[in-house]
C-alpha cells in the first residue's frame, strides 16, 4: 500500500490506533476500534495448552461479541479442532491472534476463563460473513477466492464457540511495538 501498509494513513502500532475515544472500554472490556478491528475481514488464528502444556493451534471462524458486552466468542469448525477444543475445557486457557493480512495490523487477546459452547444460528451466520470478508481482504494481495474458501472451509452443522474475556492484549504488528501490551 502507498501509505507504508497502514490503511486510512494511520501510522504505528495499537494504541495510536485506538481511534478519538482514547481507548475507552467498551463491550467485553475493549475499545470499539479493537472491536471493529475483530469484525473485519482479518485473519482468526488460536491456541491453547492442555494440562500437560502441550500446544493447540487452530484457526478461526469469526469473532461475536454479544450486545451486553459479558464476553468474547470465536467461532471454530469442531472437527478440525477437536484437540485444541478439549484443550480450553480441561484448562480455561485461550488466546486469539487476529492479523489484517494487507497491512500486518495484529493483536493477540489472552483470557483464562474460556468455555466451549455449541454454536446457535447467530454464530453460524456470522462465520459464513466473516469468511466472505476475508476472502475480500486476502484478494487485496492477490489470493484468488477458491484459496480462501479452501483455507476456510468447514462444515456449519460443527461449529462450536469459545467463549472468554481477554485479560491480557498485546500488540503483535510487527516492528518494533511487537508484544507491548495493548490498553483495553
Given at each position: 500500500m502507498a501509505n507504508g501498509g497502514q490503511r486510512?494513513?494511520?501510522?504505528?502500532?495499537?494504541?495510536?490506533?485506538?481511534?478519538?475515544?482514547?481507548?475507552?472500554?467498551?463491550?467485553?472490556?475493549?475499545?470499539?476500534?479493537?472491536?471493529?478491528?475483530?469484525e473485519r475481514?482479518?485473519?482468526?488464528?488460536?491456541?491453547?495448552?492442555?494440562?500437560?502444556?502441550?500446544?493447540?493451534?487452530?484457526?478461526?471462524?469469526?469473532?461475536?461479541?454479544?450486545?451486553?458486552?459479558?464476553?468474547?466468542?470465536?467461532?471454530?469448525?469442531?472437527?478440525?479442532?477437536a484437540a485444541l477444543l478439549a484443550a480450553v475445557a480441561e484448562t480455561g486457557r485461550f488466546a486469539l491472534a487476529a492479523t489484517e493480512p494487507s497491512t500486518h495490523l495484529s493483536i493477540q487477546l489472552i483470557g483464562e476463563d474460556a468455555t466451549v459452547t455449541v454454536a446457535d444460528?447467530?454464530?453460524?451466520?456470522?462465520?459464513?460473513?466473516?469468511?466472505?470478508?476475508?476472502?475480500?481482504?486476502?484478494?487485496?494481495?492477490?489470493?484468488?477466492?477458491a484459496f480462501t474458501r479452501a483455507l476456510m472451509a468447514h462444515d456449519p452443522a460443527t461449529l462450536a464457540v469459545v467463549r472468554f474475556c481477554p485479560s491480557r492484549l498485546y500488540d503483535q504488528t510487527p516492528g518494533p511495538k511487537a508484544g507491548t501490551a495493548v490498553p483495553p
Amino acid at each position: 500500500m502507498a501509505n507504508g501498509g497502514q490503511r486510512d494513513g494511520q501510522r504505528g502500532g495499537w494504541p495510536e490506533r485506538l481511534g478519538p475515544e482514547g481507548g475507552r472500554p467498551a463491550r467485553a472490556g475493549l475499545s470499539e476500534a479493537i472491536l471493529t478491528f475483530l469484525e473485519r475481514g482479518v485473519s482468526l488464528v488460536v491456541s491453547s495448552s492442555d494440562r500437560a502444556n502441550r500446544p493447540r493451534v487452530g484457526r478461526a471462524l469469526a469473532v461475536q461479541v454479544p450486545a451486553d458486552g459479558t464476553w468474547i466468542g470465536v467461532c471454530l469448525d469442531r472437527t478440525a479442532n477437536a484437540a485444541l477444543l478439549a484443550a480450553v475445557a480441561e484448562t480455561g486457557r485461550f488466546a486469539l491472534a487476529a492479523t489484517e493480512p494487507s497491512t500486518h495490523l495484529s493483536i493477540q487477546l489472552i483470557g483464562e476463563d474460556a468455555t466451549v459452547t455449541v454454536a446457535d444460528a447467530e454464530a453460524t451466520a456470522l462465520a459464513a460473513r466473516h469468511v466472505d470478508a476475508f476472502a475480500a481482504e486476502l484478494a487485496l494481495i492477490g489470493y484468488g477466492d477458491a484459496f480462501t474458501r479452501a483455507l476456510m472451509a468447514h462444515d456449519p452443522a460443527t461449529l462450536a464457540v469459545v467463549r472468554f474475556c481477554p485479560s491480557r492484549l498485546y500488540d503483535q504488528t510487527p516492528g518494533p511495538k511487537a508484544g507491548t501490551a495493548v490498553p483495553p
